[in-house]
């Protein structure tokens, strides 16, 4: 059973969220301030941390920093921040996902799985990833598809490589361009869109609803395993 730490001011929702945990076997415990987050989550350390950024005694950000030195427990940010900046502001401090209110009950879930499942990928020896139809070595810089080998260029090597080290996990567009192209080519995001698009056509089984290479728009992309 994971247990999972839900911070939110609201009562009403948090009693929701308690509810549809419970529900799902999950062990819940809340918290309606970012003192009381942080408190909680030293003397009961979670499997991971369901956080709103809108809190009535610390900025929502300056809470992950927080929780970031004392625990590595995945973070997911549930608010109703819909700004990209603020998103971006969430995942650069240490947040792993991030999601909009209104939200679906069932993509939370979907999302909260996802990310309990990574520290397994991430451990696991093999370097070995299969999208699709394709089996992706890493290690050896091999893709080998239904009809033999497919060839990547190096910048669709880089952005996969960088994808795959963190599967499940949100990549914000920005840090790939830091990472891929250097400074100053943050606002590129272009160039992406135009790599994704490619690696979708030669990887996925139907790249115009791709099932592992995702784009959370304004935000950044993630390798659903």
């Not at 509810?19 to 809340?30: G, M």
Request: aromatic fraction near 6%; charged fraction near 25%.
């Amino acid at each position: 059973m994971s247990h999972i730490l839900i911070v939110d001011d609201e009562p009403q929702l948090l009693r929701v969220l308690r509810i549809n945990f419970q529900a799902r076997h999950y062990s819940v415990l809340t918290a309606a301030t970012g003192q009381e987050a942080l408190d909680s989550a030293v003397r009961d350390v979670p499997d991971a941390v369901v956080l709103d950024l809108g809190l009535p005694d610390f900025d929502g950000v300056d809470i992950i920093h927080g929780l970031r030195t004392a625990i590595t427990a995945p973070i997911i940010v549930l608010s109703g921040r819909s700004d990209a900046q603020e998103k971006v502001r969430a995942l650069d401090a240490g947040a792993d996902d991030y999601l909009t209110k209104p939200f679906l009950m069932d993509e939370l879930f979907a999302r909260l799985r996802a990310i309990l499942r990574r520290p397994v990928l991430e451990a696991a020896p093999a370097s070995l990833t299969v999208i699709g139809d394709h089996v992706i070595d890493i290690v050896a810089t091999t893709v080998t598809g239904p009809t033999g080998p497919v060839r990547l260029t190096p910048t669709e090597w880089k952005i996969i490589t960088l994808l795959l080290a963190s599967p499940g996990r949100l990549v914000p567009g920005q840090q790939l361009l830091l990472d891929i192209w250097g400074p100053g080519q943050e606002e590129h995001g272009n160039y992406l869109r135009v790599y994704l698009a490619g690696l979708r056509r030669k990887l996925e089984r139907d790249p115009t609803r791709p099932r592992h290479l995702i784009t959370e728009p304004g935000i950044g992309y993630r390798y659903q395993p």
